[in-house]
């Protein structure tokens, strides 16, 4: 069985400070993780992934994930927000088969 | 970039009907996928398809449902005697390989009146 939790269904940020999105996932398997992103009336799009290699992956727009199998979280940092980066984030998490299992989202707000 | 198409965009439908929803997935790909999104909550994990069968599919995925690749190229899902609930967005994926991110089409949004 496995599980994502997401904490903060909204997060505001200023444009130009960090972003941080938490996520926190339980899985019977060594995961893979991912982060997708949804704009508004379009579908999801990856961000980036984790499947099992090197801790901290660099995805796309600058975004960053680090892997804390310790802590077994995935959370999504920025260092610099923009106001394109408004959307919806998806934390996902893939056990030992094929299905995704997806977080509840955080829809994330620059502030200009 | 290759992409995962899928039409219509929105389905309007009467109960009791049943509805169709296509999708093309990547060219090369092998695996695929539906999930949908009930408005408000969680995308979920319907069905995934592999070598022409239903290789995993959850709770949701009833008798009220099928799947089917009926050429090369297209993947659909069916779903007949539509019911109220039946309400969401339905999104199409695909991967090359079982351990690759799956892709995903930007969704038919279906709406049951």
């Known amino acids: 069985a496995q599980s994502v939790t997401q904490l903060g269904s909204h997060v505001s940020v200023s444009e130009g400070t960090p972003v941080l999105l938490r996520c926190n996932y339980s899985s019977s398997y060594s995961p893979s993780l991912f982060w997708y992103v949804q704009h508004p009336n379009k579908g999801l799009q990856l961000l980036l992934k984790?499947?099992?290699?090197?801790?901290l992956v660099k995805g796309i727009n600058g975004f960053e994930a680090e892997f804390k199998k310790s802590e077994t979280s995935f959370h999504l940092t920025k260092p610099s927000a923009h106001m394109s980066d408004a959307a919806e984030y998806f934390c996902v998490v893939r056990g030992g088969n094929e299905k995704l299992t997806f977080g509840t989202g955080t829809r994330l707000t620059i502030i200009p | 970039e290759p992409e995962v198409t899928q039409t219509p965009s929105h389905q309007v439908t009467q109960m009791g009907q049943e509805v169709i929803l296509r999708c093309v997935p990547i060219s090369n790909h092998l695996y695929f996928y539906w999930y949908r999104q009930i408005l408000g909550q969680k995308v979920e994990f319907l069905v995934s398809?592999?070598?022409?069968?239903?290789?995993?599919k959850s709770e949701i995925f009833d008798d009220q449902f099928s799947v089917e690749r009926p050429d090369g190229s297209n993947f659909t899902l069916k779903i007949r005697s539509t019911k109220l609930e039946d309400s969401a967005m339905y999104f199409c994926a695909s991967s090359g390989e079982f351990n690759q991110p799956q892709h995903f089409g930007d969704g038919t949004r279906l709406s049951i009146l």
């Open positions: 984790y499947t099992s290699a090197a801790t």
């Open positions: 398809f592999y070598n022409n069968e239903i290789s995993e």
